[in-house]
């Protein structure tokens, strides 16, 4: 089993849609999780880091699930700026190793 | 403020020629990283440096070797380039510790092996 698994995609929603993101994670012991994006050819940049209770940041809401070993990714109301490959990236219960999914491309259509 | 820079950002290389990536960073961060990523494959770490003084193996370390220079400089090296090593490199750098903070990417080097 892989560390970390996302579906890969891609998924094609329209402008204005509400779409969602989940990945697992084997290791129970990791601590800190994160959602970064990754646009075409270009390095992986932050998204937001994922929380116990849950966090929010303007259209985007994580969620870690710890007892079932998943985090989500939900963004409600798709801009076409949107579109790009979201990486779920855990840490694998080492201190400083972080271990990326393979990532789910998204791609935001009028 | 530059962050992460890595160089060079395009390389062609023979198989069989060696080459060293460069990687410095100006954040004081204690954690360095080199993945490499793939089609399909996602970012597959490398090596990675907790702390300076010190590297470990990550999930892909044959073939590379690594060099934590002092806490700002961690470069990786090609001994001898293999066609399988042509893939976008990748140096982060990160905060580190038991809590990890946010990752820090360099631009990558766009290596091709003929």
């Known amino acids: 089993r892989k560390e970390v698994e996302q579906d890969p995609g891609p998924f094609n929603v329209p402008e204005g849609a509400t779409v969602a993101f989940n990945c697992t994670y084997s290791n129970s012991a990791s601590q800190s999780f994160f959602w970064y994006r990754q646009d075409c050819r270009k390095e992986p940049k932050l998204l937001m880091s994922?929380?116990?209770s849950g966090n929010e940041d303007g259209r985007f809401t994580a969620q870690l699930n710890r007892a079932s070993q998943y985090i989500s990714l939900l963004i409600r109301d798709s801009k076409l700026s949107d579109s790009a490959t979201y990486l779920c990236v855990v840490d694998t219960g080492t201190a400083s190793k972080l271990t990326f999914g393979t990532g789910t491309r998204l791609q935001v259509t009028l | 403020n530059a962050g992460v820079t890595q160089t060079p950002k395009f390389q062609v290389l023979k198989t069989g020629q060696s080459m060293t990536l460069q990687c410095a960073q100006d954040?004081?961060?204690?954690?360095m990283y080199w993945y490499r990523q793939d089609p399909g494959m996602g970012l597959r770490l490398i090596y990675y440096?907790?702390?300076?003084?010190?590297?470990d193996k990550g999930e892909v370390p044959n073939g590379y070797n690594v060099s934590r220079l002092n806490k700002r400089e961690f470069s990786l090296r090609l001994e001898s380039a293999a066609p399988s090593q042509t893939s976008v490199y990748f140096c982060?750098?990160?905060?580190?510790?038991?809590?990890?903070?946010?990752?820090?990417f360099g631009q990558g080097t766009r290596l091709t092996v003929v």
């Open positions: 982060a750098s990160s905060e580190g510790g038991a809590l990890n903070t946010e990752a820090f």
């Open positions: 440096s907790a702390s300076e003084g010190t590297t």
């Open positions: 994922v929380y116990s």
């Open positions: 954040m004081n961060h204690n954690s």
